[in-house]
């Protein structure tokens, strides 16, 4: 009887960390999809505890979105603004 709760807490273990991995998987997806948005308000949020003007004009972001449209971005342009 004893072996048996073995398995099923082993169970119960593997089904944890394939809905952790599924979980992570998404949030890289969601973080492509959405990633130069989240870079903006973390930089402006940043900026803002550090006691800088956070606030960025929508323009210029509708302006940047614009000529970034027609771009590809991999890992290695992570840093580029």
């Not at 073995?6 to 952790?20: D, N």
């Not at 969601?30 to 900026?47: N, S, W």
Request: aromatic share 4%; proline share 0%; glycine share 14%.
């Amino acid at each position: 009887m004893m072996s048996n709760r073995k398995r099923e807490s082993g169970q119960g273990m593997t089904e944890y960390i394939i809905m952790v991995a599924l979980i992570a998987v998404a949030a890289i997806g969601i973080y492509g999809l959405f990633g130069q948005t989240l870079r903006t308000q973390v930089g402006d949020l940043t900026a803002g505890l550090a006691g800088e003007d956070g606030n960025t004009d929508a323009s210029t972001l509708v302006q940047e979105a614009r000529d970034d449209a027609g771009a590809t971005k991999g890992l290695g342009d992570y840093n580029e603004r």
